[in-house]
Structures are given as structure tokens and as C-alpha cells.
């Protein structure tokens, strides 16, 4: 069987990645192809093929001996600004509630600096640990900050990495009855106006798009039930995705018991979420139930193995459960001051783990792992068939990782189990696009010392040090 698109194909295309000891497509058919190659011109995969097949001329040549390729990993869940307080000692022994209360008040120095150097940095993280997509939820916009989404955008624009930014938001704050202190947020209508405005400025509905703008109310002790009822109604008539936190903690099950007389997930549902059109991250703690309403919906979860372990009270998401109820289960890193270190690859490391922690040895491969960061958070997206898979059509978002040196010696036999049993690594080349970000394992990106410089500043800004 061949793997190549005669009648789409150019005679020349721009890039041609080849010499691959094994290109896993992550199609429908779950391809893999020995001694592999993908072609991409204007963006989109062409063609892939094995090393049967004759690739076409191409205008650049990208050499992946000695790799493994796989469809760009896609990060569904993430807090970029957070880097700017990363492993903050006041906070790094508390639980979720009493972390959140310690960053506040740091969060709500926010600017448009601070959140573009945060998001050039966040993004180029990503990019060298195999992301072609990440989302972020930026939910603080304090009000001396400026347009803290814009500014991110820019950072994602001026990298070339494809960005799924969210409107996020908070409006319940600590005098009516929330969590966060006033200083963080806004009221209802000041968030619907600029969700509008976001989402008028900057999401591009077309296929290939490298900016899509989602709302995001940040969670069921942050916001009020009218705004999550206010924003899903938005997001219907301008045709956006929504996305939240839930189910992330015990205590976040005896708030919502306590304030809307309704567990996380019913109160989620009774303010219109329950839909295809969500994807929520974390949801460690679901009712067997509740798992299968959610796979009714077809609302996704953004799976975020690193956070689960180190802030997420103890559970672990039910990735097997949800995927047998048919919800779409991505992979995400969560925000840089809750687990710190941005690898999807650590993270797809991380869900394999967890899976055989949770179910047992033979219940979670490498290829199941792979599969949540690729086909399962195009899923969460809105976007498989474009993103998460190379086929003709597909973007052209991939990643060769070297499987080579002391980490990999002596595994012969199946590269896709070495690749999250083996390592620590990263990725050899990242492509976005049909454009090499990451190549020969160095980023690409000009000026990284000039943004780490002025990152440190705002950094040491946000936490009162000396820079
Ligand atoms: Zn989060």
C-alpha cells in the first residue's frame, strides 16, 4: 500500500523530510512507514511515503536519518504567564486552593511585556520539546495591564508557532463568595465586550490557521454561573470553542457542593457546557456517570499528567474510562508554575506512566500515549484531519526526534515504545507549517538571549526581587 497522493501532489514541493527510520502518521489507518518520508508545500502535507516510495523533488531537503517522526505534539492546556513565577518558594508546599491565593496578587502585575516575553519564552519551550499547537488560558487581565492577549499573540506570530490563545476570564472574586482577590477580576459584561473584540480581532475560522481565539472562564470557584451561561451562548453564535477547569480538586467538589448545591460537573452542565464544542482541563475526579455524560457531549480533556501529580490532590484523570465512553482525551502541560517545566514530550512520557500507574501494565502503551498528544488534542481543538496526523491535506506540523546516543543504546525493536521509555530528549527538528522551528535540535528563532534578559526582569518584577 502506498502512502502517496498522486493526483494532489506538486512536481516540486517546498520541504521534503526524509531518511526517517519510521514516520508513525497517526492517520486513520495508524500508518507507520519504514524508512519514511513527508513532503509539504504552502503549509500542508502533500504526500508521505516508506522508503518504497519515490518522494518528489523538493526545494529543501531535510534530513531525518536516525529518527523517528511523528505528528506535532499539541498542547491543550496551559497558563504561559505563569513562567514568570515559576517554582516560587512562598507557594511550592501548598494545595491547589492555597497555591492560587499565594499567586494572585504576583499574577495581577501582569502587563503587556510581561506577557509577551512570558509567551516568546513559554512558546520556544514548547517548540524544542516537540509542540507545533499549544493553547493558552490567560485568565488574568488586571486592569492596569493592557491587552495581555494581543501582546501573546505577537510573541506566537513573531516564533511562527500555531497558537489556540483563550479568552480567559474571572468575575467571582473573594467578596462574592470566590476565590481570587478583586485586583484579578473583571465583571461580566467588561469580559463578554472583550471576548467579542478577541475573537472579532484575531481567530481565523480558515483550514490551516495559525491563531484561533477560544473563551475561557476559568473555573466554577472563579466566575459566576451567568457568565459560564453568558459565554457558552457567545461562543454558539460566533462559532468559538470553550474551555475551562474541571473537576481539578476535592476541594473544588465541596465548593461547588456547598455553593450551587450541584457537583462541578452538573453545575458545568446546567450552565450549557455539556457540548462537543468544550474541552476542560484536568477533570481528575468524574462520577462513573458523569464520565459517560461527558462522552455523550463529546466534550473533551485536556489530560495534564505532571499537574495531576504534583498539585492535583492526589487523583488521577481516568484517561482509559473516558476514552472507552468516547471522550476525546489531549494532553496538556498546565501552567508554568504549577508543574514548571513546558514538554509535551515529558507530558506524553508522563501519560503513559500515569495510564499503567492507574490501570496496570497492560492497559497504556507509548502508542496510546502518542495518540492523546496528537489525534486526542486535535480532538479537543476542533481540528482532526488537519492537525495531529500526517496525511495528505494534514498541516504540516511534525517533529523528528533522534532516537541515538546513551538514552536510546540498545533499542532496536520498537522505536515508538523507545521514544517515551527511553530518554529524556527533545526533538531533533520541529516543523511548523512546512517551516523548521526547531532544526538539528537548535531553535531557529532569533533574539532568545535578548528575551530571556528582559523576561528576567519582568519575573523578578512580578515576585518583588532585584533583577
Ligand atoms: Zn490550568
Known amino acids: 500500500m502506498t502512502g502517496m497522493d498522486t493526483t494532489a501532489e506538486p512536481t516540486t514541493v517546498d520541504l521534503l523530510v526524509t531518511g526517517a527510520d519510521l514516520v508513525v502518521t497517526m492517520d486513520d489507518d495508524r500508518r507507520e ?11 500542508f502535507v502533500t504526500a508521505v511515503g516508506s522508503a518504497t516510495d519515490t518522494p518528489p523533488a523538493a526545494t529543501r531537503v531535510l534530513r531525518a536519518d536516525g529518527c523517528l517522526v511523528t505528528p506535532g505534539l499539541i498542547n491543550t492546556h496551559h497558563h504561559i504567564y505563569q513562567n514568570l513565577t515559576r517554582a516560587y518558594r512562598p507557594a511550592t508546599s501548598s494545595t491547589l486552593f492555597g497555591w492560587l491565593t499565594t499567586l494572585y496578587p504576583r499574577w495581577a502585575l501582569l502587563d ?80 463578554l465586550v ?34 459560564m451561561r453568558r459565554t457558552a451562548e457567545l461562543a454558539e453564535r460566533l462559532d468559538v470553542r470553550l474551555h475551562t477547569h474541571l473537576a481539578e480538586d476535592p476541594d473544588e467538589d465541596t465548593f461547588c457542593l456547598e455553593t450551587f448545591g450541584r457537583r462541578p460537573i452538573e453545575h458545568f452542565e446546567d450552565c450549557g457546557w455539556g457540548s462537543d464544542r468544550s474541552w476542560v482541563a484536568h477533570c481528575i475526579y468524574p462520577s462513573e456517570a458523569e464520565i459517560a455524560r ?16 504534583m498539585i492535583g490532590g ?39 506512566l500515569l495510564g ?20 486526542g488534542s486535535a480532538a ?44 529524556p530528549t527533545r526533538a531533533h527538528h520541529t516543523v511548523i ?24 526582569v519582568a519575573a523578578a518584577r512580578l515576585q518583588g526581587l532585584d533583577a
Open 33 to 43: 512507514l519504514a524508512g519514511g518520508w513527508v513532503a509539504c508545500a504552502d503549509g
Open 112 to 191: 503587556e511585556e510581561a506577557s509577551y516575553v512570558s509567551a516568546w519564552v513559554g512558546l520556544a519551550e514548547l517548540a524544542v520539546g516537540g509542540c507545533t499547537t499549544s493553547t493558552d488560558h490567560l485568565y488574568v487581565h488586571p486592569a492596569a495591564g493592557g491587552d495581555l492577549l494581543t501582546a501573546e499573540i505577537e510573541a506566537a506570530r513573531h516564533l511562527g508557532v500555531r497558537f489556540h490563545p483563550t479568552r480567559g476570564s474571572m468575575s467571582l472574586s473573594q467578596k462574592d463568595g470566590g476565590l481570587p482577590p478583586d485586583s484579578v477580576v473583571q465583571d461580566d459584561d467588561t469580559i
Open 194 to 227: 472583550a471576548s467579542e473584540e478577541a475573537v472579532a480581532r484575531h481567530h481565523d475560522p480558515a483550514p490551516g490557521a495559525m491563531v484561533r481565539v477560544a473563551l475561557a472562564p476559568c473555573s466554577p470557584f472563579s466566575v459566576t454561573p451567568e457568565l
Open 294 to 309: 461527558m462522552g455523550a457531549w463529546g466534550t473533551g480533556v485536556a489530560h495534564c499528567p505532571s499537574s495531576n501529580m
Open 314 to 352: 492526589g487523583g488521577i484523570a481516568p484517561v482509559v474510562d473516558y476514552r472507552a465512553a468516547g471522550v476525546p482525551v489531549g494532553l496538556g502541560c498546565d501552567g508554568s508554575a504549577s508543574t514548571d517545566c513546558a514538554s509535551l514530550w515529558l507530558e506524553s512520557r508522563g501519560a503513559l
Open 356 to 375: 499503567r500507574q492507574r490501570g496496570g501494565p497492560t492497559s497504556f502503551t507509548a502508542r496510546d500515549a502518542l495518540e492523546l498528544g496528537t489525534r
Open 380 to 423: 479537543c481543538l476542533g481540528r482532526l484531519g488537519e492537525l495531529g496526523v500526517l496525511a495528505p491535506g494534514a498541516a504540516a506540523d511534525l517533529v523528528a526526534w533522534k532516537l541515538d546516543g546513551l538514552a536510546f543504546a540498545g533499542a532496536l525493536s520498537d522505536p515508538v515504545e523507545a521514544l517515551l521509555r527511553c530518554g
Open 433 to 456: 507549517a512546512g517551516r523548521p522551528l526547531v532544526e538539528d535540535g537548535e531553535l531557529r528563532a532569533t533574539g532568545l538571549d535578548d528575551v530571556l534578559a528582559r523576561h528576567r
